[in-house]
């Protein structure tokens, strides 16, 4: 059965008006195409639905039950496309996204404060998780899109890099490696080392820096959060070392930090979304807030560790 909005609108503009040339007037057409419209329901539906006289025309037995029908197929019509243009409008929605905890805690609050000003009916889940967690949580469609390190090889998830960080030694300000320029690692391995868990994306690049330097490291301890470190740090118990962009969860007033060298260990950091699916509207509308809010929000501090992918570089705007 093919049922049209049109036909509906006729069909519920005769029933009120009980009037061919008013109902006609009301919907804008000329009064043979209105009952054409109405004959072409009346075939679709296989029943009578009006009852003409030379004078008056009045519902049917089956006209009055389809009335209310009619009425709510209307109202559904038009709340589904006004949805629908909310939206295309972005005025309301869902967007998820896994992040790692420092990229969660670091990078998206700012991106979060400014998507939420323009599309506040928009809502936002933020899953801060591990690497292997992003890389599950995309894969599934349980989020929109994932920002973390670059995974190796996933046959069903792309990679765009956003920047890049390198890791930088983080210190008491009062420690004599403070006085340094840069740190090596082997001053670091001198030192009680508090290093993220093994769990940790951070603690493989950790380690994979150490072995290029041909270092076994023998961590003091080893934590979850990046907190606890800071806090460890800032109370004397060792040193840490840790990805740039990081600094803005562990940045202390009593804390600073140095750069990493001989060798240098950098990161690429980016999206990751799955393959061949389309982003919805309100998702492409907070990667465009990423791309505009992130080298000019916090980070932009940490420029000398940092380097942002050219097509997020500041466009100069506040």
């Known amino acids: 059965m093919n049922v049209t ?3 509906l609108d006729v069909f519920i503009a005769l029933a009120e008006l009980g009037s061919f040339s008013q109902a006609a007037r009301h919907v804008g057409l000329s009064q043979p195409a209105f009952s054409l419209s109405i004959q072409r329901l009346e075939d679709a539906m296989g029943m009578k639905l009006f009852q003409r006289t030379s004078r008056t025309v009045f519902l049917t037995a089956e006209g009055q039950h389809f009335l209310p029908l009619a009425r709510n197929l209307l109202q559904g019509w038009e709340t589904t496309f006004a949805q629908m243009s909310n939206v295309a409008a972005i005025r309301n929605g869902r967007v998820a996204i896994a992040a790692l905890p420092s990229l969660a805690a670091g990078m998206l609050p700012n991106v979060v404060a400014h998507f939420a000003a323009k ?3 928009v809502q936002l889940e933020i899953r801060d998780v591990l690497h292997g967690n992003v890389i599950d949580l995309v894969r599934s469609g349980q989020v929109d899109f994932g920002i973390s390190v670059e995974p190796s090889a996933e046959l069903d998830i792309d990679f765009r890099p956003l920047l890049h960080d390198r890791m930088v030694a983080i210190l008491r ?3 004599p490696l403070a006085q340094c320029e840069t740190v090596s690692w082997e001053m670091l391995n001198s030192e009680r080392l508090i290093v993220m868990s093994r769990a940790t994306s951070v603690r493989s690049l950790t380690d994979h820096a150490f072995a290029k330097a041909q270092i076994t490291p023998q961590p003091t301890m080893e ?4 907190a606890t470190i800071a806090g460890l740090v800032q109370a004397g118990c060792g040193v840490s070392v840790l990805p740039s962009l990081c600094l803005p969860v562990v940045a202390r007033a009593d804390l600073t930090w140095r750069r990493v060298v001989s060798p240098e260990a950098e990161r690429s950091l980016g999206l990751l979304t799955r393959r061949h699916h389309e982003l919805s509207l309100a998702a492409r509308a907070f990667l465009e807030d990423i791309y505009q809010v992130v080298p000019n929000g916090v980070f932009s ?3 000398d560790h940092i380097r942002f992918e050219a097509n997020i ?3 100069g705007r506040n």
């Open 5 to 7: 909005k049109k036909q």
């Open 119 to 121: 599309h506040p009916l």
């Open 173 to 175: 300000n009062d420690h």
């Open 223 to 226: 934590v979850d959060l990046l």
């Open 301 to 303: 501090a940490f420029r």
């Open 313 to 315: 570089e500041p466009s």
